[in-house]
Structure formats: structure tokens, C-alpha cells
């Protein structure tokens, strides 16, 4: 990509070249508007109708007559603990939701801690506005922020660097007008400042206005208040409406909040899919498309054990894999580096004649690293929890020219296809509908896009055996290969036994359940079944295909950690022995 700093390269690009050009070369340093006739000193405040709030989802309630619902597998069907029908930012109401939760007997200590974390979040929105008697909360929460950049220009500034942009006296000057209120927050317009001193009223943002302003500032002190969001800014979008197409279940939309599963992963990989009931939480991330790592919080990873606790679970340790420091555009931290267990939840339709909407799990559950901050995404000036980079790596995603900002992921290519090509055609479409959901975002494991659990049914097998040897059966097995009873022996690698491992059906090329062969780079990653293609058969002799030996592909966590590339041995794929009738 090319970068021009040139106002005139962008002043030009604003319209479709025409035969005008010619004349704007040879006057580069004239614009087609004049400030002398723009209308600066006109507000806009009651002109333009604010953006409209997000469009609010439809509730479905969960009451449960019986004992109490502890174990997040007895639930009702389609039971979620997100409230698509509130806004997120209405802690009364979502008190007293929690309050209703907790009578409801489903899962009430989800909603014990929810509630503590509304209430500490009501508590800073409070002593906020006690800060600044008589102002709304969009501006009393932009002139604290307003301040802490004061402070940090003093700093900065005071060093006399020539190449800085002298913003100080902008930034005391709009301090002051929030103060007097001579200015209050409006979403949507923007005020100009040069030097201190406020160059326009409200009014909607333009960049030719924009950069003929900015010229008369000579480039310096020039200040537009209001391209941000009133509190600190962060990478990545604001608005939460999710779109679904109606007809194909394979794809789902979100904008920037997602709703991620995540549990810490202890030896429970080897366990079969009716044991493999981890303890479990939601939690809401932004998508950001320039974070390297995942990103959660203390606080987070002490509810990820309490939750176990609740369950009568004994808490699985958290594991540290290292301390690394993160750049960011305002600056770097440190944190530690951890690993947890990540898997996607989309609420893909509505409720229907008050029936629970259809939840489906778009990944399985995977291991990933995250970078793990102090304290609690709730304390104040905490950004949100970033997703990391791993969705892009696993679903097809698309965007789309609609003024909405979301990113559409789809598990397969037609899902992104299809896509309409606007937002009000989407809206307006009678085979579309919408589905809100505050923080949904889906996103699945490394390896192929597949469907959620239960699994394929794992081959009959006889007394387990451990991984020196197995019971007798089938053909010999070589040392390091046990051999359940009868046709279910798998090879066992130094991190699986037999059967502490899992069993794989493949295809003779280790492909992914979409049918394309693959090589190397494919194995059987960390312990999910896939049904082979049918364009694979069985060799001749055997039944039931053929057993893959559970591998992790180069470049692919494995549960225990990082593997080092290898190159597949040609015993990668071993046939399987036909069951011995006599026996």
C-alpha cells in the first residue's frame, strides 16, 4: 500500500476523476469550498438525529421448578446466560435480571458473580457523575479522559520538542467548555479547534472542511473533538447488531463483541466425550484484527477455577508458559503468558413462539495462549478482553462496504458467498432476519472447520491398557502401539496411550473432514474424530477404513504444549486389522 500525505492526493480522490483534473493540478493549493462560506457558526445539534440505539433482541426465560440446576450439562436445551433483550450498559436492569436468574434455580452463582460485577460497575458510573455534578455521562467520562491526556501532554510538550503538535492549549480549552458546559457530548458531530480556541459548532464531520481548517492552523494546534468515543478508545468497532441468513445455518454474523467459551485444559483430552464435561464460562471479547495474542484478565482466569469449585469440581491449576511484553499503539505492558481452552457459542436464530433459540457451537475445543493482564476487565479505564488472531486462521470471514462494520464468518465458503450485498437489503429481506446478541462472535479450533461434539462413537474396546502394551488382539503390536480388544487399537505417540488417547477415522491421506487431501501439514489434531469423504474407501480386507496415528501437524498446538515440525513417518497410517472372529 501506498501512504501520501498529500491533502491534495486525498482532496482529489474524494470525487471520481473527471476532466476537472487537469485544472486541479495546476492549482493544487486551492479546494473546492471556501471557508468564509461555510456555516461554522451553526450548530447541529437539532438538525441531525442522533444514531439510532442498537436494535434490541428478543428474550427467552428459563424457569426451573425443581431443585436447583448446578451442572451446566442439565440445563434446559438452548439455555444462555446472555440477556440479548437489555442493554449492556443498563445496570439496574440488568440487576434485577440477575436477581430473576438467581430465582430462576439455573445456574444461580453465574448470576450471583454477574450481578456483584453490574453493581461494582453502577458504583463507578455514580462516583463518575459525582465528579461532574450536572453533566451527562458521555461527557463527564470524555473530560476524564480529557484530563489524564492533559497530564500526559504537560509531560511531553514541556520539552520544547519542535516536532510535537502543541495540542495543550486545545486540550484546556475543551476541558473548560465541558466544564461550563458550552459543549456536551453529541455522538456523530464534531467541533473544530486551532490554538485554543473553538473554530466551529457541532456539526457532521468532513474531511475537505476538515483539511481546510487544519491549513489555516498551519498544521499545528489543530484539534477535531469527537472522532473518538467519549471514554478511551480502543482497536476495533462499537456496534453489536448481528445479522443471520435465515436459510443456511452455516453462517453467522458479528460485529466487534464476541461470546467465547473458555475452560483450563488439565488431562481431560483423553477422557471419551460422555466424561469430557469440563467447567466452563462465557466471556465477552472484541474482535481485534491487529492482536497477536488473546487477551483476558486475572479476575478471569480466578473465575475459570471458582466455577469449577461450584461445580464440585477440584480446581485444575492455571499454567504459565512464559512473561512477554506487549506493544501497543499507546504504549507497552508487560503480562504473563497462559493457556486456556477456547471454543465458540453462536446463538444462530431467534426464539420462536417463546421455544429456546437454536445454539450451535461453530468450533470445538481448542488450546490456545493468552496474554493475561492484572486485575478485572470491569476496573476502571480496562479495555476489553481481546480474541487474538486464531477466527481468521479457522472460519472464512468477509466484510462487506455497509456502513454496519461486522465481520460475517461462515463455516464453509458458500456461507460467505451468499452474503447479501447491503445491510438494508439484509434487513429488508424477507429470508433474512436478525439476531442480537450483545458479544457473539464465533470462531473454531486449528484444524478443519467441523461440527460441534458428540463424536463419532468410539470402536468397541476391551479393558483399558496402558501405553506399554494392550490386551492380545488383532495384530502384534510393536512397542510402542497398544492394541485394545478386538479392532480398536490405535498407534500411541510419547504424549498418547492406548486408549489414553483418541481414536481417529481418516482418510488414507489424512484429510480433513471436507474431502481435500492433505499433506504434512495434516494430521489428526488434538483428538477430534472425522469422518473420512466418501471419494475414501476402505482398503480391501478391512472395515471401517483405516486409523490415524494422533499426530499434531507442524505449527499447531498440541494440548501439551508447542510440537516441533516433523515430517510424518510412513507408518503414519496404519491399516486396521478386521476383528478375529474366533475371539
Known amino acids: 500500500m501506498l501512504v501520501d500525505s498529500s491533502h491534495e492526493l486525498r482532496r482529489k480522490n474524494l470525487r471520481r476523476p473527471d476532466r476537472r483534473d487537469e485544472q486541479l493540478e495546476s492549482s493544487s493549493d486551492e479546494f473546492s469550498i471556501n471557508i468564509s462560506d461555510l456555516d461554522l457558526d451553526v450548530s447541529y445539534v437539532d438538525k441531525i438525529a442522533p444514531p439510532a440505539p442498537s436494535i434490541r433482541g428478543e428474550r427467552t426465560r428459563w424457569q426451573n421448578p425443581g431443585p436447583t440446576i448446578d451442572d451446566q450439562y442439565e440445563v434446559p436445551p438452548g439455555w444462555d446466560e446472555n440477556e440479548p433483550d437489555l442493554d449492556p450498559e443498563d445496570f439496574d436492569a440488568q440487576i434485577l435480571r440477575c436477581q430473576e436468574r438467581i430465582r430462576d434455580r439455573i445456574m444461580p452463582r453465574i448470576f450471583e458473580r454477574k450481578m456483584e460485577s453490574f453493581k461494582k460497575q453502577k458504583k463507578q458510573k455514580e462516583l463518575l457523575l459525582a465528579k461532574y455534578p450536572g453533566l451527562d455521562e458521555s461527557s463527564a467520562l470524555r473530560l476524564d479522559v480529557l484530563q489524564s491526556i492533559q497530564k500526559w501532554l504537560q509531560d ?286 464465533p470462531h473454531p479450533p486449528f484444524g478443519p472447520p467441523s461440527d460441534p461434539p458428540p463424536f463419532a462413537p468410539l470402536p468397541p474396546a476391551g479393558p483399558a491398557a496402558g501405553p506399554p502394551a494392550g490386551p492380545p488382539a488383532g495384530p502384534a503390536a510393536g512397542p510402542a502401539y497398544g492394541s485394545p480388544a478386538g479392532p480398536a487399537g490405535i498407534a500411541a505417540g510419547p504424549a498418547y496411550g492406548a486408549p489414553g488417547g483418541y481414536y481417529f477415522q481418516a482418510p488414507p491421506a489424512y484429510g480433513p473432514p471436507a474431502g481435500p487431501a492433505a499433506g504434512p501439514a495434516y494430521g489428526a489434531p488434538g483428538g477430534y474424530y472425522f469422518q473420512a469423504p466418501p471419494a475414501y474407501a476402505a482398503a480391501p480386507g478391512t472395515s471401517g477404513g483405516y486409523y490415524v496415528v494422533p499426530r499434531t501437524p507442524p505449527g499447531y498446538l498440541a494440548t501439551s504444549g508447542v510440537v516441533e515440525p516433523v515430517a510424518p513417518p510412513d507408518d503414519h497410517v496404519r491399516q486396521r486389522s478386521p476383528p478375529d472372529e474366533n475371539k
Open 156 to 441: 511531553t510538550e514541556n520539552n520544547n520538542d519542535k516536532d510535537q503538535p502543541k495540542q495543550l492549549k486545545n486540550v484546556k480549552a475543551i476541558i473548560d467548555a465541558y466544564k461550563s458546559k458550552a459543549l456536551s457530548w453529541n455522538q456523530g458531530l464534531v467541533t473544530y479547534w486551532i490554538n485554543g480556541v473553538q473554530r466551529s459548532q457541532p456539526r457532521p464531520l468532513n474531511f475537505e472542511e476538515l483539511w481546510c481548517l487544519a491549513r489555516e492552523s498551519g498544521y499545528k494546534s489543530f484539534w477535531v473533538e469527537g472522532i473518538t468515543t467519549p471514554g478511551f478508545p480502543t482497536i476495533g468497532a462499537a456496534k453489536r447488531i448481528v445479522y443471520k441468513r435465515e436459510n443456511d445455518n452455516s453462517c453467522a454474523a458479528f460485529t466487534n463483541d464476541i461470546s467465547l467459551t473458555l475452560w483450563k485444559p488439565i488431562n481431560q483430552r483423553a477422557l471419551p466425550y460422555k466424561k469430557f464435561k469440563p467447567a466452563y464460562c462465557q466471556f465477552k471479547f472484541m474482535h481485534d484484527t491487529g492482536a497477536d495474542f488473546m487477551m483476558i484478565y486475572e479476575e478471569d482466569l480466578r473465575t475459570l477455577q471458582q466455577n469449577e469449585i461450584d461445580q464440585g469440581k477440584a480446581p485444575s491449576p492455571v499454567v504459565c508458559v512464559g512473561t512477554t511484553t506487549v506493544q501497543t499503539l499507546m504504549g507497552p505492558f508487560h503480562a504473563h503468558i497462559y493457556t486456556v481452552t477456547v471454543r465458540v457459542q453462536s446463538q444462530m436464530a431467534p426464539a420462536v413462539d417463546g421455544e429456546a433459540p437454536d445454539v450451535k457451537f461453530m468450533t470445538n475445543w481448542e488450546s490456545i495462549f493468552t496474554i493475561v493482564k492484572p486485575g478485572s476487565v470491569n476496573d476502571a479505564g480496562s479495555i476489553p478482553r481481546i480474541d487474538g488472531p486464531w477466527i481468521r486462521y479457522r472460519l472464512w470471514t468477509a466484510t462487506r462496504p455497509d456502513d454496519t462494520g461486522e465481520t460475517h464468518v461462515a463455516e464453509h465458503r458458500t456461507g460467505i458467498v451468499e452474503l447479501p450485498t447491503s445491510a438494508e437489503h439484509l434487513s429488508r429481506n424477507k429470508k433474512c432476519m436478525q439476531v442480537i446478541s450483545d458479544y457473539n462472535i
